[in-house]
């Protein structure tokens, strides 16, 4: 059974850092797109960043420029490196998988910006 665990999350200041790690754990082949999502008390799941087997990434908008997704293949990790953060990007982040065409979703760390 293939299991994504999600940390790194928790309370930091405007302007501070913090950096996710996906693993993803059990039989899993392939791993194709890796990407994060969050979601905001009250609001829909939106797509935070992707990043393909090749390595070619994409963001938000709102996060260009302050976000950082990479991944390790080998070691079916990603992170997300969060910088210069805002009280808007607080929000339960959730990790996402996909893998010859399942996908799989983290339960979520939870990120609060906030002084």
């Known amino acids: 059974q293939v299991q994504l665990v999600e940390s790194g999350g928790g309370l930091v200041q405007p302007g501070g850092s913090l950096r996710l790690s996906c693993v993803a754990s059990?039989?899993?082949?392939?791993?194709?797109?890796m990407a994060w999502y969050r979601q905001a008390p009250g609001n829909g799941r939106e797509l935070v960043a992707t990043?393909?087997?090749?390595?070619?990434?994409n963001y938000a908008d709102s996060v260009k420029g302050r976000f950082t997704i990479s991944r390790d293949n080998a070691k079916k990790t990603v992170w997300l490196q969060m910088n210069s953060l805002k009280p808007e990007d607080t929000a339960n982040y959730y990790c996402?998988?996909?893998?010859?065409?399942?996908?799989?979703w983290g339960k979520g760390t939870l990120v609060t910006v906030s002084s």
């Open positions: 990043i393909t087997g090749s390595g070619t990434t």
């Open positions: 996402w998988v996909a893998s010859k065409g399942v996908i799989y």
């Open positions: 059990g039989t899993i082949f392939s791993i194709n797109t």
